[in-house]
């Protein structure tokens, strides 16, 4: 198993302004992943972390809204950028590990309010 | 990427036997049915996973149909801290990786 911490556990942003979360794994994990949950409603994959390449990212989702950075094997953050209160979220990152091919372990999330 | 689909909501007594029904009749042969819960204000948290045989562990067991088109999940005895939204996911070896497509969940209510 994974434990995964998440920071900011909540913010409250301004319109135009840019938000980054960080996701810290205490094991060394294949993947990481990037969701989005809004309010009431299921989750949605923004995109998937790979270590040492570009996030590949979900139908709807682009690089400049939502760029990722994954330095190494516990790591990542995803910057939400030029805020709305669109964005408004439950931002969660999650992790796979190839030693449990079938598993992913979540994060608490991050809870963003965009004013 | 394959669809589940669960009722929106479901309520059980406590101390009793809750199934929770999960429709995929796009799974592929080499798609994982894996169930997730989510407390209120938590992450998802892992329940149980299966490919084609009947799983048990310490919390549920699930039933795959034989066709793999549906399975259920299976909490012994639900109690108030089992309230929680239950997701049903496929999953199935993509670029490398397991990739989740979430559906909309099941919302179940546990009665004292």
């Known amino acids: 198993s994974a434990v995964i911490s998440q920071k900011p556990s909540r913010d409250i942003c301004q319109r135009g302004t840019s938000l980054t979360i960080q996701c810290q794994v205490d094991?060394?994990?294949?993947?990481m992943f990037w969701y989005r949950q809004q309010p009431g409603q299921s989750l949605t994959l923004i995109a998937t972390?790979?270590?040492?390449?570009?996030?590949?990212?979900e139908s709807g989702f682009v690089i400049d809204k939502f760029p990722i950075s994954r330095p190494n094997l516990t790591f990542s953050t995803l910057t939400v950028s030029n805020m709305s209160p669109e964005d408004s979220s439950i931002y969660l990152c999650?992790?796979?590990?190839?030693?449990?091919?079938?598993?992913?372990?979540f994060g608490p999330g991050t809870r963003l309010l965009v004013l | 990427d394959a669809k589940t689909t669960q009722p929106n909501s479901m309520e059980s007594n406590e101390e009793e036997p809750v199934h929770l029904p999960c429709n995929h009749s796009t799974i592929s042969g080499t798609d994982y049915i894996h169930w997730y819960r989510q407390l209120p204000s938590q992450g998802p948290e892992y329940v149980i996973h299966?490919?084609?045989s009947n799983v048990n562990n310490r919390m549920a067991s699930l039933a795959i149909a034989e066709d793999r088109k549906s399975s259920t999940l299976i909490l012994h005895r639900a109690t108030l801290r089992d309230a929680a939204v239950y997701y049903c996911i496929l999953s199935g070896l993509t670029s490398g990786t397991y990739k989740y497509i979430f559906g909309t969940g099941t919302r179940l209510k546990v009665l004292a």
């Open positions: 972390a790979n270590q040492g390449s570009e996030a590949t990212y």
């Open positions: 999650s992790a796979w590990t190839s030693g449990s091919p079938e598993t992913q372990y």
């Open positions: 299966g490919l084609t």
């Open positions: 094991s060394q994990v294949t993947m």
